[in-house]
Each structure stands twice: as C-alpha cells, then as structure tokens.
C-alpha cells in the first residue's frame, strides 16, 4: 500500500493572476492528492496530502509545465502531520504584512476570448473588455497585494451570476480572473465629443467611432495603460494633421495593424520578428519598412499602403497587433492600419483619464471613446526590436513591466534607486527580488514628476516598502536626484549616487547577474562624467566596487551648449573649425553647408576659438548628430535619437558588395585610431569630410560614409576589447539602440572570440539606469 504523507509547497514568482491556482487544483484532483491551496502576498502556498509518488507527479508538472503567464522563482517543500480532510479545495487568499509576490504585468488578449468576442451566439459576442486568466489586465488595475478583485479597479463591478459561476468553478478559465465581466455587468465604453457631450454608449459608441476614424478625424482611445491618439494611417491629411495638431513634425508614429497578414504588406521581417510581434507581450516592433506611397508603383492601393507621413525619412517602422478586445473590434471594423501613438504632450507621461484629454490635449482630438473601467497604474506600449533574432528592449512597459529578477540571495535592505533624467524608470531591491518599473518617462515637467511620485507611492503600496538605502544619478539637477537628496534629509537614510555611464554598463551587469570585472562601452547622448565634464564615448573596466575609464572620444566642442543639441550644425561647424577656416568652410562643395550666413559661420568660429559659451564632450550620441549634418541629413533635432535612425536609414540603402566594388576601398576604411586611451576623432572626421568631398557625385556616397562610420567605431571598440582580452564586454547607452552599430560590432567582437553580455529585458538606454544603481549599491555593504 503506498505510503500517505502531507507536504506544504511554498512557491514565489510570477503566481498570481496567471491562472495558477486552477492549475495546482486540476493537477491535484487528477492525481487524486487532498489539501488547499491559497494565494498570500509572499505568493502561493499549496497543501498536499497522498502518495509519495502522486505528490512528486505533481511537483514535477508545476515545474516543468507551469500555467504560460507564470514564473516560478523558487519552490520549497516542507513535510507536515496528516491531516483529516475529503477533498482538494482553494481557499480564500491570505493577507499579511510583508509583499514580495511578483506582480504580473498586462498581458494580450487570448485567442480563445478574441473567439468568443466575434462569436453571435456567446454572451461575450461584441463586448470590449472580455478577458479570462489567460490574458488581460493585471499591473494596470491593482490597487494591492494579494491580487484579488476586491484590491483592483473591478471591485466596484458586481458580478452578474453567469460570470460569478464562471470565477467560482476551478474547472472553469475565467476561475478567479480578477476582471472578468460581460455586457450584463461590466464596464462599458462611451464616446465623447470634444465639448464633453455624449455622443454614444456601448456598441453604438464604438460604430460612431468607426465612422469618425473612416471620416479622417482623430479620436483618444482608453486602452489597458493609458489613452492612445488614434487616426487612420493611409489618410495623409489625417496624418499630417495629427503631427501639425501634436506639435510632431518628424518622430516616427507607431501603427497598429488588424492582423499578421496586414502587418507583412507594410514591413518585412524575420520568422523571429513575426513571433515577436504575435507574443503575448503584443509591444510595438520596430520593422523593416515597406514602400511608401511616395515609392510605391502608381497602380498600388492607396486603402492599403500607409501615409509617407507616418515615419518619415527613416527604414523603420514601429507596428503593433492588437491587444484588447476593443482594439480588436475597432480594427476587424475598419480593416485598415491605424496610427496609435501615446497621448500626451511632448515627453510628458502618458494620459490615464479622460479628463486630462480634454484639459491637455482638447485640440489635438475630434472625440474620445472612454470606458469606466479605472486605470490605477498608468503604463505605456513596450518598444522593442530584434537584432540579429535577439530581442532588444527600447521602451520597457505594457507586457514586460514591472520586470522582477529573482536573486540567490536576499537584499542586505530595501533599497530604491530613482533613475535618471530622461526616460525615467525606477528599481527596488527587497527580500530577493531586482523590481524595475515601466517607463515613466523625462523628468521636465511637474506631470512627469508627479507620474514619478505616483510610480513610487503604487510599488511602497504593493510591496509596503519602505526603502532604508537611496541611490540616484550623480548630476545635481536631475530631478530624480534633487528628490532623493530631499527624501535623505527628510529621513534620515542612507544615501548613494552613481555615475550615470557606469549606472548604464552595471545594468547589464545586473540582468545577467554578474559581479565580476567587465568591459563596458556606455555610447550615449551626454551625461554627466567626473569633474564636471560631459561624457557618452566611454570605455570602462567595471564590476560592483568601482570603475576605470580606459578609452574614450576625444572631446568635441556643443558652441553655445543646449542650443548645439538642438542645432547640430553648430557641432558640425565645430569639429571643421578644427581643420578648416571660416572662409575655408564656406567655400566647401558640401550640400550641408548651403545656406549657412557667413556671419553665423564667423561669430561661431569666434566663439568656439575662444571657448566662451562651449562645452566639451565626448558623447558618440553628438558625434552622430555632426555626422548626420554633415551628410545632409538634417539640419536641426527634432526628436531625441533622430541622427541614429537617419544614418542607418541611409547605410542600409547600399550592400556590402556596394561597399567594397564601387568606391576606393581606402577611402572608406575610415578608422578612429586610439593614442595613450584617446580615440582620435579629429582623424575619424577629416577622413569621412574627405571622402564626402572626393565622391559626392556619386549617389551612394553619403550612404557608404555612413556605413564605413560606423564600422569605424565598432572597430575601435573591438580593437578596445582586445587589448582586454579576457573580459566580457557590455555594450550599453541608447547609442547601442542603432541595429547597424550593435550588429557590426558584435560580429567583429565574437569573430575576435570575445563574449557580448545580452541586455534582455532591460533597456540599454536610460530606461535601465536605475536598475544598474541598484545592483551597485545592494553591494555596496
């Protein structure tokens, strides 16, 4: 006879709102095994009570096939007396004093529910917020730990009995999905015209809408995190008219598509970038673009190719498939793309309520479809990207956030480091968990730093944390750093900063859990690098204690500061001052040089040879936008990273076949050169203004310099590398988001037999410094 004996299982992760509990209950009444199981906010605990062999049959399918949303961290096994008891069963969940549960983030429609929306004869046919525990909202509707209804935005949607019965049988999928409803008793949408007047209710509200979208107009549209600004994207009037209203006239829109058929009309991809885009996740991927309207042939379809507008100048296109019900039902309606990007005003956070539509952005809508289900936690759309069939995360938010990493070994103390500047995130350490935020966003306003605030009280609510240790960014005027300087004051507590480049390569240290030495590039725009100087073209041999800037840009002239970032052109003129008089400069043949006043030319020149109003830096980020001037690109920055993407744009218009027949090899096997830890850019740009010079009658010229650029600076860091061979390299800043740079120069590195560390999940931009100033300072004791 075997052996009967009772077991407690403790498991921690990912295990709430995922279906978990349904799933311990089916493989326990298959297995005939006794006992409970209920959630807590440390996680789920699970009772079980009848064979040896039947409890580790069970313990082995929860681990090596758990529910697709779960993640389990750890699981221990405790043995207990038997117990008197007739029946599996789960219980009530169980409050307690400490968090440390995993929040799931929001995850896409199922195609079970999106079935069932399209199904006449299902009570959900047509209804916008199906959901069951396969998919849905999680992050954005928790008000508290223990994820149960009576802690989230639906607690003030009394169940019908059809979906009572629903959340009650274990047997069923909607047991216990926090949000499930229908049309009898959940939230409903309405649609608002700019006055506030009700224009529509329920269905009728999204045909009106449909019809509005068709007409041209552009609508705010509630989804899962946060408001979207909606318009038909094969409408160029409609387009143009967003960017003119936004005040936008050049950063690329977002598109959502109907479905994977229509997504590979308007970009090509990999079998990896497909599935990527399919995920669960559903983020926006950045894709090869199709032919515009402007290069398409004459007999295509205008219904059918999208808006030149959309994403203009560049060979990327950022698409999304739907990820609710009711973006399902207003795509399938108007089977057309359409743009969907944030709402909000520039670098500002996304919108979450109605209200501030109308008080923000009355003028940029025609109408808003609203729903009264409460956004409690705002969230953006994840941006991501695949390079070389490995995911890249730009923008970490809606599918992937929060991100939890779990550790061997507990946290010394609560910890929270704040971030940087732009593209604001937050992290925490506690018990044994690493918990990024989603994207908060530029920290330049008193909405984004309220959004901040609101990001913190949301995490110390969930988890009752209460941080013992602070750590922000070393720039003083970071609006994150004045507010940890004020929290220490206020409170007493421990208090670190960490420099913001090596914030960026401890990240990377952080995802793939390192503490040994590495090599870490950290290419970035500009932040703040020791004795006040402006760094982004750094070279560091770091681990946790401390780092050693070994190789850096030599440092270029920003005449006038700020107004170089916006204005380009001044660093441009800058690094030709170099080389070049005024008179010399003007008298160049350069297409970039037209136009210039020969007094602008002269007083800047002035400027700069006297060093007043200049700062020096050495940020490959600047170097980009001079090159891209230099190429006749653009003139001025419009929005952040815009030289990036116009020069890959323009490198991948030629082969490498192009690159090595057409043109003199040597004049295009451009090279930075290092002296004493110096890359040499005054060598790097008298060799590209040379060629530039000498084959600007070709057409693939500016394309072929801004190929043999880039391989330039991926040959210095493989060149770096090998001088530190041995190490495993980081590759990090928002730099590294450049798909050519990052590809080039990890083939160079893994040809020299030298080890990329990948950054998964976690942004290479500043959406993961506060993640790197966390794992700096849980080791710093």
Same mark, same amino acid.
């Given at each position: 006879?075997?052996?009967?004996?009772?077991?407690?299982?403790?498991?921690?992760?990912?295990?709430?709102?995922?279906?978990?509990?349904?799933?311990?209950?089916?493989?326990?009444?298959?297995?005939?095994?006794?006992?409970?199981?209920?959630?807590?906010?440390?996680?789920?605990?699970?009772?079980?009570?009848?064979?040896? $062999?039947?409890?580790? !049959?069970?313990?082995?399918?929860?681990?090596?096939?758990? /529910?697709?949303?779960?993640?389990?961290?750890?699981?221990?096994?405790?043995?207990?007396?038997?117990?008197?008891?007739?029946?599996?069963?789960?219980?009530?969940?169980?409050?307690?004093?400490?968090?440390?549960?995993?929040?799931?983030?929001?995850?896409?429609?199922?195609?079970?529910?999106?079935?069932?929306?399209?199904?006449?004869?299902?009570?959900?046919?047509?209804?916008?917020?199906?959901?069951?525990?396969?998919?849905?909202?999680?992050?954005?509707?928790?008000?508290?730990?223990?994820?149960?209804?009576?802690?989230?935005?639906?607690?003030?949607? $009394?169940?019908?009995?059809?979906?009572?019965? $629903?959340?009650?049988?274990?047997?069923?999928?909607?047991?216990?999905?926090?949000?499930?409803?229908? /049309?009898?008793?959940?939230?409903?949408?309405?649609?608002?015209?700019?006055?506030?007047?009700?224009?529509?209710?329920?269905?009728?509200?999204?045909?009106?809408?449909?019809?509005?979208?068709?007409?041209?107009?552009?609508?705010?549209?509630?989804?899962?995190?946060?408001?979207?600004?909606?318009?038909?994207?094969?409408?160029?009037?409609?387009?143009?008219?967003?960017?003119?209203?936004?005040?936008?006239?050049?950063?690329?829109?977002?598109?959502?598509?109907?479905?994977?058929?229509?997504?590979?009309?308007?970009?090509?991809?990999?079998?990896?970038?497909?599935?990527?885009?399919?995920?669960?996740?559903?983020?926006?991927?950045?894709?090869?673009?199709?032919?515009?309207?402007?290069?398409?042939?004459?007999?295509?379809?205008?219904?059918?190719?999208?808006?030149?507008?959309?994403?203009?100048?560049?060979?990327?296109?950022?698409?999304?498939?739907?990820?609710?019900?009711?973006?399902?039902?207003?795509?399938?309606?108007?089977?057309?793309?359409?743009?969907?990007?944030?709402?909000?005003?520039?670098?500002?956070?996304?919108?979450?309520?109605?209200?501030?539509?109308?008080?923000?952005?009355?003028?940029?809508?025609?109408?808003?479809?609203?729903?009264?289900?409460?956004?409690?936690?705002?969230?953006?759309?994840?941006?991501?990207?695949?390079?070389?069939?490995?995911?890249?995360?730009?923008?970490?938010?809606?599918?992937?956030?929060?991100?939890?990493?779990?550790? /061997?070994?507990?946290?010394?103390?609560?910890?929270?480091?704040?971030?940087?500047?732009?593209?604001?995130?937050?992290?925490?350490?506690?018990?044994?968990?690493?918990?990024? !935020?989603?994207?908060?966003?530029?920290?330049?306003?008193?909405?984004?730093?309220?959004?901040?605030?609101?990001?913190?009280?949301?995490?110390?609510?969930?988890?009752?944390?209460? %941080?013992?240790?602070?750590?922000?960014?070393?720039? %003083?005027?970071?609006?994150?750093?004045?507010?940890?300087?004020?929290?220490?004051?206020?409170?007493?507590?421990?208090?670190?900063?960490?420099?913001?480049?090596?914030?960026?390569?401890?990240?990377?240290?952080?995802?793939?859990?390192?503490?040994?030495?590495?090599?870490?590039?950290?290419?970035?725009?500009?932040?703040?690098?020791?004795?006040?100087?402006?760094?982004?073209?750094?070279?560091?041999?770091?681990?946790?204690?401390?780092?050693?800037?070994?190789?850096?840009?030599?440092?270029?002239?920003?005449?006038?500061?700020?107004?170089?970032?916006?204005?380009?052109?001044?660093?441009?003129?800058?690094?030709?001052?170099?080389?070049?008089?005024?008179?010399?400069?003007?008298?160049?043949?350069?297409? @970039?040089?037209?136009?210039? /006043?020969?007094?602008?030319?002269?007083?800047?020149?002035?400027?700069?040879?006297?060093?007043?109003?200049?700062?020096?830096?050495?940020?490959?980020?600047?170097?980009?936008?001079?090159? @891209?001037?230099?190429?006749?690109?653009?003139?001025?920055?419009?929005?952040?990273?815009?030289?990036?993407?116009?020069?890959?744009?323009?490198?991948?218009?030629?082969?490498?076949?192009?690159?090595?027949?057409?043109?003199?090899?040597?004049?295009? @096997?451009?090279?930075?050169?290092?002296?004493?830890?110096?890359?040499?850019?005054?060598?790097?740009?008298?060799?590209?203004?040379?060629?530039?010079?000498?084959?600007?009658?070709?057409?693939?010229?500016?394309?072929?310099?801004?190929?043999?650029?880039?391989?330039?600076? $991926?040959?210095?860091?493989?060149?770096?590398?090998?001088?530190?061979?041995?190490?495993?390299?980081?590759?990090?800043?928002?730099?590294?988001?450049?798909?050519?740079?990052?590809?080039?120069?990890?083939?160079?590195?893994?040809?020299?037999?030298?080890?990329?560390?990948?950054?998964?999940?976690?942004?290479?931009?500043?959406?993961?410094?506060?993640?790197?100033?966390?794992?700096?300072?849980?080791?710093?004791?």
């Amino acid at each position: 006879m075997a052996t009967t004996k009772r077991v407690r299982l403790d498991i921690t992760g990912i295990v709430q709102g995922v279906g978990f509990r349904p799933f311990v209950y089916r493989w326990a009444t298959e297995l005939d095994l006794l006992g409970l199981t209920f959630n807590h906010s440390k996680g789920v605990t699970v009772e079980l009570q009848g064979s040896d $062999a039947a409890i580790s !049959s069970f313990v082995e399918a929860l681990t090596q096939t758990p /529910p697709p949303l779960a993640r389990i961290d750890s699981l221990s096994q405790t043995e207990l007396p038997l117990e008197e008891c007739d029946r599996f069963e789960i219980v009530h969940s169980q409050a307690d004093a400490k968090a440390v549960v995993a929040v799931s983030s929001d995850k896409s429609s199922c195609q079970e529910c999106l079935d069932e929306i399209m199904d006449p004869g299902n009570r959900h046919y047509q209804y916008p917020f199906t959901n069951c525990t396969n998919c849905g909202p999680r992050y954005t509707l928790i008000r508290a730990l223990p994820y149960d209804r009576p802690n989230t935005a639906m607690a003030e949607f $009394a169940m019908c009995d059809a979906c009572a019965a $629903a959340y009650q049988n274990p047997l069923d999928r909607r047991y216990h999905a926090q949000p499930v409803s229908c /049309p009898d008793c959940g939230p409903q949408l309405s649609l608002l015209a700019q006055d506030k007047r009700l224009l529509g209710e329920r269905n009728a509200a999204l045909d009106l809408a449909v019809e509005l979208l068709a007409q041209g107009k552009t609508l705010a549209i509630k989804g899962l995190g946060g408001f979207h600004l909606v318009c038909d994207a094969t409408n160029d009037k409609a387009v143009m008219q967003l960017r003119s209203r936004k005040q936008r006239p050049a950063k690329p829109f977002a598109v959502m598509c109907t479905s994977l058929d229509m997504a590979k009309t308007l970009a090509s991809g990999s079998d990896a970038e497909w599935q990527l885009l399919q995920s669960a996740e559903r983020p926006i991927t950045l894709l090869q673009k199709a032919l515009s309207k402007e290069e398409s042939s004459s007999d295509a379809n205008d219904s059918d190719t999208l808006s030149p507008a959309v994403a203009p100048g560049i060979d990327r296109l950022g698409l999304f498939l739907p990820y609710t019900p009711l973006h399902q039902l207003l795509l399938s309606r108007l089977n057309r793309p359409l743009v969907a990007t944030s709402a909000n005003r520039s670098g500002e956070p996304i919108i979450t309520h109605a209200e501030q539509i109308f008080e923000r952005l009355g003028e940029v809508v025609d109408a808003v479809l609203d729903h009264n289900r409460e956004i409690l936690n705002g969230c953006d759309d994840s941006v991501v990207q695949m390079v070389d069939d490995k995911l890249q995360v730009i923008r970490l938010a809606r599918g992937y956030a929060p991100l939890t990493l779990a550790l /061997p070994e507990e946290v010394p103390q609560e910890t929270l480091a704040v971030g940087a500047q732009q593209k604001n995130s937050i992290a925490f350490g506690f018990d044994r968990n690493l918990v990024l !935020s989603s994207h908060i966003g530029d920290l330049f306003s008193l909405e984004a730093e309220q959004y901040f605030i609101d990001t913190l009280a949301t995490f110390k609510r969930l988890y009752q944390f209460s %941080p013992k240790h602070l750590v922000s960014d070393k720039h %003083p005027d970071y609006a994150s750093t004045i507010w940890a300087q004020q929290q220490k004051q206020a409170l007493g507590i421990a208090y670190t900063q960490v420099q913001h480049h090596y914030a960026h390569i401890l990240s990377v240290m952080a995802v793939n859990q390192t503490t040994d030495k590495v090599l870490g590039f950290s290419f970035d725009g500009t932040g703040l690098g020791d004795e006040r100087q402006l760094w982004g073209g750094e070279a560091m041999l770091a681990d946790i204690s401390d780092f050693k800037r070994v190789a850096h840009l030599s440092p270029m002239a920003l005449i006038g500061g700020e107004q170089a970032i916006k204005n380009p052109r001044r660093i441009m003129l800058a690094l030709l001052f170099q080389r070049y008089s005024p008179d010399e400069i003007k008298a160049l043949p350069l297409a @970039a040089i037209e136009g210039l /006043p020969a007094s602008l030319i002269g007083n800047l020149h002035t400027l700069w040879q006297k060093g007043v109003a200049t700062q020096m830096t050495s940020s490959i980020g600047r170097l980009f936008d001079a090159t @891209a001037c230099l190429l006749g690109l653009m003139q001025t920055t419009q929005f952040e990273g815009q030289a990036g993407m116009l020069i890959e744009a323009k490198a991948n218009e030629v082969s490498e076949a192009q690159l090595a027949s057409e043109l003199a090899a040597s004049d295009l @096997a451009f090279s930075l050169g290092e002296i004493d830890g110096v890359w040499q850019l005054d060598a790097l740009w008298a060799q590209m203004v040379d060629a530039l010079l000498k084959w600007q009658h070709k057409p693939e010229a500016s394309s072929l310099i801004a190929r043999g650029f880039m391989n330039a600076l $991926a040959q210095a860091v493989t060149d770096c590398a090998v001088k530190h061979c041995g190490l495993d390299v980081a590759l990090c800043g928002g730099v590294f988001q450049n798909r050519y740079l990052l590809s080039e120069t990890r083939k160079r590195l893994e040809m020299a037999k030298i080890k990329v560390l990948d950054s998964h999940q976690v942004p290479v931009n500043d959406g993961g410094i506060a993640l790197g100033q966390l794992w700096y300072a849980i080791h710093k004791h």
